[in-house]
């Protein structure tokens, strides 16, 4: 069974700090690992995927991401944070073959002036 | 490109009514994935329907249905009702085919059980 875990239910930076979310995977199979963002009253907006190749993934927004097997790792960072990346993340990992996402239980960014 | 759309936004029921939730999946995208969203149980996978079958299930009360449409929009319905299915039912659309698919997901339908 595939399953992540993302640690830490909220994380406050202040504007311009460095942004780190993380996430950790479990999976008999290589993953395929995505990062999702959801701002209040709204759905999930996809972030960034790692598939298979360069394991540095870049995304939407200034986010990054770097798929570490060794520490069965996926965390999002982002250099410098910004008041509009106040919103939930999630991280979540599928399988071959299958559409079912399966999600982490999310990490809450708090960003302050 | 339209995103994918779900309707309606909101809805109330009462216990025991049934309900029918709609989405139409982006121009192209032939699988369709249901999630639901709790406070308590965060995100939990529903289904997925891909060419108008099921090919994933979740694990769900048979309460809990779904169909697709040869144009690939999708239903999903509920019937008798309980409190604990208030929550924000999600859609999502892919292009199918292997999981390394993203999926790209509507704005939720917020449905709220009196």
């Known amino acids: 069974a595939q399953s992540v875990t993302q640690l830490g239910s909220h994380v406050s930076v202040s504007e311009g700090a460095l942004v780190l979310l993380r996430c950790n995977y479990s999976?008999?199979?290589?993953?395929?690992l995505f990062w999702y963002v959801q701002y209040p009253n709204q759905g999930l907006q996809l972030l960034l995927k790692?598939?298979?190749?360069?394991?540095l993934v870049k995304g939407i927004n200034g986010f990054e991401a770097e798929f570490k097997k060794s520490e069965t790792s996926f965390h999002l960072t982002k250099p410098s944070a910004h008041m509009s990346d106040a919103a939930e993340y999630f991280c979540?990992?599928?399988?071959?073959?299958?559409?079912?996402?399966?999600f982490g239980t999310g990490t809450r960014l708090l960003v302050s002036p | 490109k339209a995103g994918v759309t779900q309707t309606p936004r909101y809805l109330i029921k009462t216990r025991g009514q049934q309900v029918t939730l709609s989405c139409s999946p982006i121009?192209?995208?032939?699988?369709v994935s249901w999630y639901q969203q709790t406070p308590g149980q965060g995100l939990q996978f529903l289904f997925e329907?891909?060419?108008?079958?099921?090919?994933n299930k979740g694990n769900f009360p048979g309460r809990f249905s779904g169909r697709q449409f040869s144009n690939s929009r999708s239903e999903m319905n509920v019937s008798t009702l309980e409190l604990g299915d208030s929550a924000l039912y999600l859609c999502?659309?892919?292009?199918?085919?292997?999981?390394?698919?993203?999926?790209?997901f509507g704005d939720g339908t917020r449905l709220s059980i009196l």
């Open positions: 999976s008999s199979v290589p993953p395929y």
């Open positions: 790692y598939t298979t190749g360069a394991t």
């Open positions: 999502a659309s892919s292009l199918g085919g292997e999981g390394n698919q993203p999926q790209h």
């Open positions: 329907y891909f060419s108008e079958t099921q090919r």
């Open positions: 979540a990992v599928s399988g071959q073959g299958f559409q079912k996402l399966v």
């Open positions: 121009s192209g995208h032939r699988s």
